[in-house]
T-cell receptor
Framework: AQKVTQAQTEISVVEKEDVTLDCVYETRDTTYYLFWYKQPPSGELVFLIR??????QNEISGRYSWNFQKSTSSFNFTITASQVVDSAVYFC???????????FGKGTRLHILP | EAGVVQSPRYKIIEKKQPVAFWCNPI?????LYWYRQNLGQGPELLIR????????DSQLPKDRFSAERLKGVDSTLKIQPAELGDSAVYLC???FGTGTFYEQYFGPGTRLTVT
């Protein structure tokens, strides 16, 4: 069965610090996709990234980077030089080919303090 | 390009009353999702449509919840009768392709309060 664990319920850092959000997943399938979504205070989830199970290259987009490690079943998200606008709840999600279902983790609430 | 539209944004009802939520997905998106998000939790899928067909409704409480997607475009989610435990945010999302591998675009949600 699929499972996504975001062990960090809430994180607070001071602006300009780097912060990493952890995501650990479980699946029986070899073909799957991992996602990160951001939910700002306005409530609307926003897609950040999708990564398939066959592509373990790390991804960088501006201040955001993602580290995918199949050996540890992790897909961690790092924000470099955090800004107050990064304050939000961040969700990791998993979809696999076998179950063709998508499940979300419980999210990590990130507070960036000025 | 217009995003996913949901209405109403907020709804307060008494328990045992019916309630309906409406969603208009992004034009051209084949797949439509309804999620329920409880406070402090991630979205939980209720039902997924591919065009007009409900391909995954395994998490939909069918005794009181129903949904439809007419002509493969707009969708309505109904609860009848509502219970106190149904208080949550109901999210609609859409994606371009079929299957769950595509990025989803979410609407602003409907916050339901059952008193």
């Amino acid at each position: 069965a699929q499972k996504v664990t975001q062990a960090q319920t809430e994180i607070s850092v001071v602006e300009k610090e780097d912060v990493t959000l952890d995501c650990v997943y479980e699946t029986r399938d070899t073909t799957y996709y991992l996602f990160w979504y951001k939910q700002p205070p306005s409530g609307e989830l926003v897609f950040l990234i999708r990564r398939n199970s066959f592509d373990e290259q790390n991804e960088i987009s501006g201040r955001y980077s993602w580290n995918f490690q199949k050996s540890t079943s992790s897909f961690n998200f790092t924000i470099t030089a955090s800004q107050v606008v990064d304050s939000a709840v961040y969700f990791c999600a998993l979809s696999d080919h076998r179950d063709d279902k998508i499940i979300f983790g419980k999210g990590t609430r990130l507070h960036i303090l000025p | 390009e217009a995003g996913v539209v949901q209405s109403p944004r907020y709804k307060i009802i008494e328990k045992k009353q019916p309630v309906a939520f409406w969603c208009n997905p992004i034009s051209g998106h084949n797949t439509l999702y309804w999620y329920r998000q409880n406070l402090g939790q991630g979205p939980e899928l209720l039902i997924r449509y591919e065009n007009e067909e409900a391909v995954d409704d395994s998490q939909l409480p069918k005794d009181r919840f129903s949904a439809e997607r007419l002509k493969g475009v707009d969708s309505t989610l109904k609860i009848q009768p509502a219970e106190l435990g149904d208080s949550a945010v109901y999210l609609c999302a859409s994606s371009f392709g079929t299957g769950t591998f595509y990025e989803q675009y979410f609407g602003p949600g409907t916050r339901l309060t059952v008193t």
